[in-house]
Structure formats: structure tokens, C-alpha cells
């Protein structure tokens, strides 16, 4: 008797081949929706990131605006009195410490704070604070 093989048939290649074809578009099909997240991602990173650096920039620029105002009150009698009556809009001073909020959009904002120094030193103030918190519970952001 003689002793039969297996044999594979003439679809078998042909079933591979289409398995193969099906398993490599799906694969394709799962890439190009990674791709497409992450893009998005990057996106709205972009968007946060700008908007932080532009809150960053306001809020450098409005203590430019407080050092000219600390500078102009240098040689007043009652100091803090005078810083309190000239400073700009939005900004808060109590006990030494001036404050002030810059908003950045998308939830967040910027607290800033700085101590104000003895007039006649070359630092007239000193950061105490300048950090991102979400505006909804005012919890800090890393």
C-alpha cells in the first residue's frame, strides 16, 4: 500500500494570501488612527503650550509695569501707601506682597505674586509665586 501525504490544495495558498491581505489593512487601518490621535494630541499641546507662554509674557510685562511704578515711589515718605494708589489695574497689594492674575484660557490660569523689597535696594521686589492652577479648584499644576 502506498502511503498518502497530506496535501494542500489548490485554495489553501489562495485563503493564505487573503488572510495575509485582510490582517496587514487592519493593521494599516490601526496605524492611521494612532497617527491621527496622536496629532491631535500634539495639537492641543501646542495650544497649551502657547497659551501659557503667552500668560507667562503678559504677566512679565505687567511686573515691568509695577518695577516703574516701585521706582517712581522710591523716595515717597509713606512707600507702600504710594505703591498702592499707582498701581496698575488688576494688581493687589496687601501687607508687602503685590498680586495679580493672568488668565490663559482652556481652564487655566497664571498666579503671580511678588514681595516687595526696602526702596533703595537694587532689587525692588522678590517672585513668591508664579504657577499654572486650573481655575475650576484652583489646584496646581506640575
Not at 26 to 39: F, K, P, T, Y
Not at 93 to 110: D, I, Y
Request: contains cysteine; charged residues 20%; proline residues 4%.
Amino acid at each position: 500500500m502506498k502511503r498518502r501525504g497530506s496535501r494542500i490544495g489548490p485554495g489553501a495558498p489562495s485563503l493564505l494570501l487573503v488572510v495575509v491581505v485582510v490582517s496587514m489593512s487592519v493593521l494599516g487601518l490601526l496605524a492611521l488612527m494612532s497617527a491621527r490621535s496622536d496629532m491631535q494630541l500634539a495639537r492641543r499641546s501646542q495650544e497649551y503650550t502657547q497659551a501659557e507662554y503667552a500668560s507667562a509674557a503678559q504677566a512679565e510685562r505687567r511686573l515691568a509695569l509695577l518695577d516703574s511704578v516701585l521706582w517712581q515711589c522710591a523716595g515717597e515718605s509713606d512707600y507702600f501707601a504710594a505703591v498702592a494708589s499707582r498701581l496698575p489695574e488688576g494688581m493687589t497689594l496687601e501687607g508687602g506682597t503685590v498680586s495679580w492674575t493672568e488668565s490663559c484660557g482652556m481652564g487655566r490660569s497664571l498666579l503671580c505674586a511678588v514681595e516687595l523689597l526696602t526702596p533703595g535696594q537694587t532689587e525692588r521686589f522678590r517672585w513668591t509665586e508664579h504657577q499654572f492652577v486650573l481655575i475650576e479648584d484652583n489646584t496646581a499644576l506640575p
